[in-house]
């Protein structure tokens, strides 16, 4: 089946059931991985900018059923700590269908120093639409784009404060691209986890859906909208009265929704709970 049919039928299947369906066929009890799941699973690595300070790993982990191939990136910004851990734990995860692709420490000189910026600044703004990459770190992640041609990203990034209550703050937002399904599909996911991962005591913390994105910034996901026209979320979970376990495994929630709506499917119950 050609991943595009695959998406689309796997998106209906979503729609109508429910992506944390998807996730609870094949979840035991105490949130085990299914049996024998891993063992289906092609797993590869290989490294970007090596042999220099920036150099950081990509995994690729392959289901032996076919399906769409989704790109999880984190540590754009060093110092977010829940969104780079978040996507190492999504890196490890056994699938039930499709692909993933990982970059969990996107920007590994700015993680070291527990900083925003790296050694050429804001790496989230060096993808301008429509033009080349300002950075060689930037050209290697977008190279990386380029090469699995992905049907859905995610961006995992952790902020402080909470949307529309707090100056500059975007914390709890999933921000969709303007692709048709990105948009719905966020609306489900931040339904799903206002429902069942965010406590009703916290109603301050539930999350919300952004504004589409279109390409019209020189970010990632942006660039994803842009120059592909594909489905893409930056995904923004508030370090404000939270944890960092408890941010860590609220934006695991988030990515194993989305991604489960988009028809890369994690097996078990690893890191979703």
Known sequence: MQ?????????????????????????????????????????S?????????QAT?????????????????????GDEASGYRAAGDVARWPLESGTLVAIPRANRVAIRNDR?????????????TGERSTTALARAIWSVVQRHDPDVVLDLHSSVGIYRFHEDSVGQ?????DDGAA???ADRTVAYLNDAVVPWSMPYHDYRVG???TGDRP?????VAGDLDRSGYIVETTDFLLDEATQVRWTRKAAADLLARHGVVPAGGRGTR
């Open 173 to 177: 937002t999933l921000w969709p691209t």
């Open 45 to 53: 690595s290989y490294a970007i900018r090596s042999g220099t300070r």
């Open 211 to 213: 504004g589409t994105l």
């Open 3 to 43: 991943r595009r049919r695959f998406l689309t039928v796997v998106g209906g299947a979503a729609a109508a059931f429910g992506a944390t369906e998807l996730l609870g066929a094949s979840q035991s009890g105490d949130g085990d991985v299914a049996a024998g799941s891993a063992a289906n699973n092609e797993t």
């Open 116 to 128: 925003r910026e790296g050694a050429r600044g804001d790496l989230n703004r060096r993808f301008p």
């Open 219 to 223: 970010m990632l996901v942006h660039k």
């Open 57 to 77: 790993e990509v995994f690729v982990r392959k289901s032996t059923r076919d399906g769409p191939t989704a790109l999880v990136v984190g540590g754009m910004h």
């Open 183 to 185: 948009a719905t599909y």
